[in-house]
């Protein structure tokens, strides 16, 4: 069985910034793809960004520049650094990872969520 556990959300004000992480536990025998995602009520899902096991990374248009994807392949973390944080920003943070578990099945796992909340 794997969990994926998010932290570091909150309340921040507008150009403020966050740091949130994401951590991978359980039968894990590596980790592919990790990313980050987001839901604003009333909203889809959407991809914010996703980085590799080799460290390539990609980023939605209304994030470049502001917000940096990041990972540690030795404690299984993944890792988004959101600065200069727009009202817009705010939504439900989703951590995705694409894991292959014991004995070799691999599989798509959601976190919790973590809310994040720009506003003055």
């Known amino acids: 069985q794997v969990q994926l556990v998010e932290s570091g959300g909150g309340l921040v004000q507008p150009g403020g910034s966050l740091r949130l992480s994401c951590a991978a536990s359980g039968s894990i025998r590596s980790i592919n793809d990790m990313g980050w995602y987001r839901q604003a009520p009333g909203k889809q899902r959407e991809l914010v960004a996703s980085?590799?096991?080799?460290?390539?990374?990609k980023y939605a248009d209304s994030v470049k520049g502001r917000f940096t994807i990041s990972r540690d392949n030795a404690k299984n973390m993944v890792y988004l650094q959101m600065n200069s944080l727009k009202p817009e920003d705010t939504a439900a943070y989703y951590c995705?990872?694409?894991?292959?578990?014991?004995?070799?099945?691999?599989?798509?796992?959601w976190g919790q969520g973590t809310q994040v909340t720009v506003s003055s």
């Open positions: 995705r990872a694409q894991i292959i578990t014991t004995p070799w099945v691999l599989g798509g796992y």
């Open positions: 980085i590799t096991s080799g460290g390539s990374t």
